[in-house]
């Protein structure tokens, strides 16, 4: 399993940035996946998770309405349009994996390189 994601950058709140990420190594359409973030110092956190046919979605509270994740499988491929950025959205990014655990999603423990997304005053 291979992820490649790109897309991040240095923005100003309010801003956008779009992520992708290419997926290979697996059947890509027969997964739900989800961009999980990292911020310095805290714990990793699901930001979105998309079902497979991008059927149901679902977003972390705090990004709910500023955060859209779309799939194209016929590309492997995975976004996120993140709008109205703020800096505490700032974190390095990934895809993964996800299943649902409970209520929750947990994600496989397959990582890519992430994109760093920082958003500053």
């Known amino acids: 399993v291979q992820f490649v994601e790109s897309g991040g950058g240095m923005v100003q709140p309010g801003e956008s940035l779009r992520l992708s990420c290419v997926g290979s190594g697996f059947d890509f359409r027969n997964y739900a996946l989800s961009w999980v973030r990292r911020a310095q110092g805290k714990a990793p956190e699901w930001v979105a998770v998309?079902?497979?046919?991008?059927?149901?979605?679902f977003y972390l509270q705090s990004v709910q309405g500023r955060f859209t994740i779309s799939r194209d499988d016929a590309k492997t491929t995975l976004l996120l349009q993140m709008n109205s950025l703020k800096p505490e959205d700032t974190a390095l990014y990934y895809c993964a994996l996800a299943e649902r655990d409970g209520s929750d999603w947990s994600v496989y423990d397959y990582w890519g390189q992430g994109t760093q997304v920082t958003v500053f005053s």
């Open positions: 998309i079902e497979t046919d991008g059927g149901n979605k």
